[in-house]
T-cell receptor, first 114, second 115 residues
């Protein structure tokens, strides 16, 4: 079954740790996205990718980085986590052929930095 | 530029009564519009989408929305609320056929359903 996966679902870590949030999709979509969502707030785009070896910054400035070495995989990395990074991170994907840009979302990773 | 305004941050209904979640949009061109639902600790699920075909759009779980260009609105409705409808709902606008299209999210409406 085609789907989009995120791991871990929940992560609690201390300040200064390096973390990687994983995102994988099995739908063969070329476009992938990372959104940040604070509780009770809207989603803000922080990174996106058109395809392999393509990554771009989104609307909301973020200290995280992303990579796209394989079509199905779009991990997000924080080199040194801080309490201000505490948030929910949602990964999404879409296909270029879909002119309406319908995006499919993963379940999210809720990150807490102590 | 596109924007979306969800007029209510919270809506409370009783089970079995109608649901109305309001959304107004702003767009220079003919937009595509979506409603997504987010249950607690879950990702977003597409409820329905308007893509310039029929103005009355039917979605999953009995939801529907009507695109009204004259009112720049895309309100979400359901005739009879169910307890499982309690969730956060996001109205989203984008421009089709313009290369990379960003989704612009509203601030969300939390639907509360009481027995």
């Amino acid at each position: 079954e085609a789907d989009i996966y995120q791991t871990p679902r929940y992560l609690v870590i201390g300040t200064g740790k390096k973390i990687t949030l994983e995102c994988s999709q099995t739908m063969g979509h070329d476009k992938m996205y990372w959104y940040q969502q604070d509780p009770g707030m809207e989603l803000h785009l922080i990174h996106y990718s058109y395809g392999v070896n393509s990554t771009e910054k989104g609307d909301l400035s973020s200290e995280s980085t992303v990579s796209r070495i394989r079509t199905e995989h779009f991990p997000l990395t924080l080199e040194s986590a801080r309490p201000s990074h505490t948030s929910q991170y949602l990964c999404a994907s879409s296909e270029t052929a879909n002119i309406h840009n319908e995006q499919f979302f993963g379940p999210g990773t809720r990150l807490t930095v102590l | 530029a596109q924007s979306v305004t969800q007029l209510d941050s919270h809506v409370s209904v009783s089970e079995g009564t109608p649901v109305l979640l309001r959304c107004n949009y702003s767009s220079s061109y003919s937009p595509s519009l979506f409603w997504y639902v987010q249950h607690p600790n879950k990702g977003l699920q597409l409820l329905l989408k308007y893509t310039s075909a029929a103005t009355l759009v039917k979605g999953i779980n009995g939801f529907e929305a009507e695109f009204k260009k004259s009112e720049t609105s895309f309100h979400l409705t359901k005739p009879s609320a169910h307890m499982s409808d309690a969730a956060e709902y996001f109205c989203v606008v984008t421009l089709p056929n313009t290369g990379f299209q960003k989704l612009v999210f509203g601030t969300g409406t939390r639907l509360l359903v009481s027995p």
